[in-house]
């Protein structure tokens, strides 16, 4: 019998695994160096893409049941989450490494596993559609590196709102001491992965550009580890959208990193706001933005918590064994999906923080070497025997004959020689100890019953008033009606300055409206 | 594409490091046995758990490499400490005895790329590679005047006292690298991909810093890398 793939289905998803292939390598290759003394990094990486191939079909299945992919996108947008651009654009990567490895090692075939293939790639381009709905993409790297996630209406808030500041002031200094703290200790309760840093944007203001900057999992949640020595922290997600003058950012990639020309430098910060959101949130909320000096004394005090968490968290880690080194960093690799679950009310702590015995059995060979040797050559070199192809095939970046990741036989389509699925997921476990605490949210502290209870029966302002259908291109010719004015007024709900306004405002409104306020306008 | 056979696959190579393919081989072997002896086709055999390698076969498969008196390269710390008999000791900096000297006639013991352009800085070399130091220095202070001399290009190691470096020196990865990212956040002076002869602990050194930022595409130019000078 056939598979279920139909031939244009097949040739959609064989695309989508080849966009995913040469994104991963100019990514891997270009944008980061993957190391640490304190963690086995590159054989907990390995580690973790098993977990994703064993485990992702069934959970991915699980959570768009609950909630489909595309409307999980389109909900993220409208806050800062786990369902952001480094966590969607890799979900489909770390699945697809674990299937090349298992290729290489002979231990599954290239049509193995083609009904889960199916069902994952079809969710993860959904997924992705829908969070990047705003500038028609499904990777950043398909608009030359820019995230352009956010619409107008957001995007107004975020200008009305920023407080202004210039190096020296209390604010200016503020922000670079959160920033540097906040950066240190996100690599840090990740493993040393920078999965809890995120940027979107550029955003054209004016003359000049607005970044977003997202810090995600910072509070008592998923990681078990986090629990009691983050307790002080008050909120998971901060959201720091920047406006710079004579800057801009050329590259906002598919892991979220930024780079600008000239460097970015923060003396050419001239406002910045702090927002917290997460699936539970009425979109934005702002933090501490009465006025610079009460967000700089927060900024500060929250450099300072994250210090201490910095310290407190650093001795608990260097206390570890291997294998509980091993399996943290493996976990926050595998549960970059873990957010979606979250959204879809359907969030289950051993789900998301075990690695089932599939994966565990691999532990023998993950030393060292064998880690760093393995990534090395499975998302740099691409010399692995199964990663070969024909000799006369040349590589979209290296002009080799290889992929990364290689495509689904047409084979499929007849006869009997595939396989459908790598079954349901099996008992897993983790050397770490178990979570005690509850999770930190907008709603405030709760039960994991009471998370998944809360996101179930949860609709934001914005999406109640609409959000999924009335878009920019809706907004240009209908930002005079009632359904407009109402979703702009929900978006608008907790702005400073912009709370009631509607939809009608252009950026010279914004201008007056700071202005009046007693702020400089912002555009240059 | 019944099943799987070694290297049955007409544009297939080696695997370019000895370890992946000693280990993809073997595995490879021991699948392609099991399979052999179970009479099945390979659609039938691949997801049938009775058939599966298990903890005990890779256990195996590394003690074959092992036994050939391999030693892996040690990348963390707690591998070497926790299993000493399966990794090669970590090698401290050399020292030539060709080192050159500046302008000054002092010795050069290093160069590196400049993550951003600061002050020059003298200060105390301090190797900085191992969670003992760090505790240390957690809880008895980094030494005024510190300059971290790092092997590791991460971000946690140092992350509780990074904050207190008066500059770094990292001999690993690049500009762009997460201990690149937060030296540069931090405002801490930093050379990234540093390459060190006759450097030792407690050295004094001053360090260029005030060189241009490397160019994190460009191919290595020797003349744009920062120097590393013994001044006592």
Not at chain 1, 49 to 59: G, I, V
């Amino acid at each position: 019998m056939a598979s279920n793939y139909t031939y244009a289905e097949l040739l959609a998803d064989n695309a989508w695994i080849r966009k995913s292939s040469d994104i991963f390598y100019w990514q891997c290759t270009t944008r980061t160096v993957q190391e640490s003394k304190l963690f086995p990094v590159n054989p907990y990486i390995a580690l973790s893409y098993y977990n994703c191939w064993y485990r992702y079909p069934e959970l991915l299945r699980k959570i768009d049941a609950a909630m489909p992919a595309e409307e999980i996108g389109d909900r993220a947008r409208e806050v800062s989450t786990g369902v952001n651009t480094i966590m969607l654009g890799i979900i489909q990567q770390f699945y697809l490494g674990g299937r090349q490895f298992l290729m290489d090692m002979g231990m599954i075939n290239a049509t193995d596993g083609i009904d889960d293939m199916k069902f994952v790639l079809d969710f993860t381009r959904r997924v992705n559609l829908g969070y990047h709905r705003q500038n028609s993409y499904i990777l950043n790297s398909d608009d030359n590196n820019k995230g352009q996630i956010h619409p107008e209406r957001t995007l107004q808030v975020f200008e009305a709102d920023a407080l202004g500041c210039k190096p020296g002031d209390k604010l200016h200094s503020a922000v670079v001491r959160f920033l540097a703290t906040a950066s240190q200790y996100a690599f840090l309760k990740n493993c040393e992965c920078r999965l809890g840093i995120n940027n979107s944007g550029p955003y054209k203001v004016g003359n000049n550009e607005m970044l977003v900057r997202d810090f995600i999992d910072l509070a008592e949640g998923d990681y078990p580890w986090l629990d009691g020595v983050t307790a002080d922290i008050e909120y998971n997600n901060l959201t720091m959208p920047v406006i710079m003058k004579d800057t801009h950012f050329n590259i906002v990639d598919d892991w979220g990193s930024f780079e600008a020309t000239p460097s970015y430098d923060h003396d050419n910060m001239i406002a910045v706001g702090l927002y917290t959101s997460d699936y539970l949130s009425n979109g934005y909320l702002p933090v501490h933005m009465n006025n610079a000096s009460d967000l700089a004394d927060y900024l500060d005090h929250s450099r300072e918590t994250m210090a201490t968490a910095t310290s407190e968290l650093w001795k608990r880690i260097s206390g570890w064994s291997r294998d509980q080194m091993i399996d943290a960093g493996a976990l926050v690799y595998y549960a970059v999906a873990k957010d979606l679950a979250h959204f879809a009310g359907v969030y289950e702590q051993n789900d998301w923080m075990q690695l089932e015995e599939r994966t565990q059995r691999l532990k023998p060979i993950m030393n060292d070497e064998y880690g760093n040797h393995a990534i090395a050559e499975l998302v740099g070199y691409i010399s692995l025997s199964s990663q070969q192809n024909n000799p006369y095939n040349m590589n979209k970046w290296s002009d080799q004959p290889n992929d990364m990741w290689s495509a689904i036989p047409y084979s499929v389509l007849e006869g009997n020689e595939w396989t459908a699925s790598v079954g349901p997921i099996r008992s897993g476990s983790t050397s770490l100890p178990p979570k005690t605490q509850k999770y930190t949210t907008t709603q405030g502290k709760l039960t994991q019953d009471e998370c998944n209870a809360a996101a179930r029966k949860f609709v934001s302002g914005p999406v109640a008033a609409g959000s999924k259908i009335y878009d920019d291109s809706w907004i240009k010719y209908n930002y005079a009606s009632p359904e407009a004015n109402n979703l702009y007024k929900a978006t608008q709900e907790n702005s400073r300055l912009l709370k009631g306004k509607g939809a009608g405002l252009s950026r010279a409104d914004i201008d007056a409206i700071r202005i009046a306020a007693g702020e400089a306008p912002l555009g240059g | 594409m019944s099943q799987p056979k070694i290297i049955d696959d007409k544009w297939g190579k080696e695997a370019m490091m000895p370890t992946v393919e000693f280990y993809h081989s073997a595995i490879r072997r021991l699948v392609a046995e099991k399979f052999a002896a179970s009479g099945k086709t390979w659609e039938e055999a691949v997801g049938d758990p009775s058939l599966e390698l298990t903890r005990a076969d890779f256990e195996n498969i590394e003690q074959q490499l092992l036994a050939t008196g391999y030693l892996f390269e040690t990348s963390a710390q707690i591998s070497f400490i926790e299993e000493p008999n399966k990794y090669k000791p970590v090698q401290g900096v050399g020292d030539s005895g060709t080192q050159g000297k500046d302008a000054q006639g002092r010795l050069i013991v290093g160069t590196g790329d400049n993550v951003f352009a600061a002050q020059d800085l003298e200060g105390t070399a301090r190797f900085v590679g191992t969670v003992d130091v760090v505790m240390d220095m957690l809880i008895n202070g980094v030494p005024e005047g510190t300059i971290a001399i790092i092997d590791d290009s991460g971000g946690t190691l140092t992350a509780p006292i990074l904050e207190g470096f008066a500059g770094v020196v990292c001999m690993g990865a690049t500009i762009r690298s997460h201990l690149g990212i937060l030296t540069r956040e931090y405002g801490i002076p930093c050379l990234m991909a540093s390459e060190l002869d006759g450097l030792v602990e407690g050295d004094r050194i001053l360090v260029e810093y005030s060189k241009a930022a490397a160019n994190a595409y460009a191919e290595r130019d020797d003349a744009a890398r920062a120097l590393i000078v013994k001044i006592s």
